[in-house]
Every structure is written in C-alpha cells, then in structure tokens.
C-alpha cells in the first residue's frame, strides 16, 4: 500500500498540494518545520489544524542552526520585501540557505526508516521563476540523489509544478480544500498582513478566482 510524507508550512502551495494529492498518494505524514522564521507560530498553528481536517499525523521538526545561518528577511531583524515580486532580488531578500535540501533531506530520512514511497511539496510554477529549489530539474536531481542515500528510495513529487498561484487556487476550489486553513503571510499575526510578498501573490490569486469570501476571512474585509 502507498504511503507518503508531504513538507507542510500551512501556505497555500503546500495545502493545495496536500489537497490534491493525500488520496491518490496516500499521505499521513506532514512534516512542518520551525527554523526561527517570523511566522513559525502562525505556520505551526495552521498545520496543525490543516492536519486535523485531513486526519494525518503532524511532526514538527525544530532547526535551531538554519536560524542561526541566515541572514536574510524571513527571520533576521530585516523588513520583509513589499515589492519587486518574482525578481533575482526579491528572492535574495528571503532565501533560507538550502531550506528545501534540507527539508526534504529529512524527509528522506523518515521515508527510509518508516518505509513512505513518496515525498510530496508544493513547488510551483511561479516560484520556480525565481527559486531553483522549486523546478522540475530540481526535483528530478534530489529524487536521483535519494536512490544512493536512502534504502527506501523514495520518489520527490511535486503536483503542482507546473501551475501559477491563480491556478493553484483555482484547483483548491474545485477539490474543496479548506483555504479559510491557509497561513502564507511573512509575518506572525491572526491575519494575513497583506503587503508582503507571498501574501500579495495569495491575495491577487484568491481576485482573480472571484474568491472573495477568502479574502475576507484570511485578510479581513476586501476593498477594491
């Protein structure tokens, strides 16, 4: 029987991600990760609660060293980019030295000891504009690399690889996922801030879907 492990931060991609693909993959392990990141409250909580409604396990996994070795906006004292998004420079200012390496690394180790098959994240289309951790060849190579390190041999999915953000959200729709569940703002608050980057992308995605009723849950009451 199939069974696999999904990285799950409680963003959209990774929920979306989680949506579409726990039956066909047979998910039951979500690993969710505090590395010191501004949001890590805010994540762990929507995790959490995104795992309950799928009935799957959690395990939160804490990195004190990837906090200690970086730099950049996401968890130094920097502000957090408001502009210039899908850029080399935006992608600098929130670049977490070899985050999904490690990530998924981990991920292999669980799949080795505990037999899962597959190791499922929510890289994009978009982000994979800007982030070389979140393309195709990426995926490609790590799964490659899993078939000397590991004895599992598990494989790296990806189902939404080849999708924006307006069809990611476009797809969570139409398969029910609970996105009133999602946190994928920079920031560590009740609401979505709605001036950073990720949570402009989300936003703009949830318009251009006619999801208004989200906008209003998760950033508070939509205005033009």
């Known amino acids: 029987m199939t069974k696999s492990i999904i990285l799950l ?7 979306a991600a989680l949506g579409i693909a726990k039956d066909k993959y047979g998910i039951d392990l979500a690993l969710t990760f505090n590395y ?4 890590a409250d805010a994540e762990i909580s929507a995790s959490s609660e995104i795992c309950k409604f799928y009935n799957i396990k959690n395990k939160i996994i804490t990195l004190d060293w990837l906090k200690d ?6 968890v130094a004292e920097k502000n957090i980019p408001t502009e210039n998004l899908y850029t080399e420079e935006s992608a600098k200012q929130v670049w977490v030295p070899n985050r999904n390496g490690v990530f998924l690394n981990i991920a292999a180790a669980y799949a080795d000891s505990y037999g899962y098959d597959y190791i499922i994240y929510g890289a994009n289309k978009d982000e ?20 000397f390190s590991t004895l599992k041999k598990p494989k790296v999915i990806t189902p939404l690889i080849n999708y924006s953000k307006d069809d ?10 609970p ?5 994928s703002c920079y920031n560590n608050g009740d609401k979505h801030c709605g001036v950073c980057e990720s949570c402009k992308h989300l936003k703009e ?4 879907n006619n999801a208004i009723n989200y906008i209003n849950i998760l950033f508070g009451n939509y205005e033009n």
């Open 9 to 15: 931060s409680g963003g959209l991609d990774s929920l």
């Open 36 to 39: 010191g990141q501004k949001a």
């Open 69 to 74: 070795i970086t730099t950049t906006a996401l």
């Open 128 to 147: 994979g504009s800007t982030f070389p951790d979140n393309t195709e060849d990426f995926r490609r190579r790590i799964s490659e690399v899993f078939e």
């Open 168 to 177: 990611i959200v476009k797809i969570a729709i139409e398969n029910s996922v």
């Open 179 to 183: 996105l009133e569940l999602v946190k």
């Open 205 to 208: 995605a949830l318009y251009k």
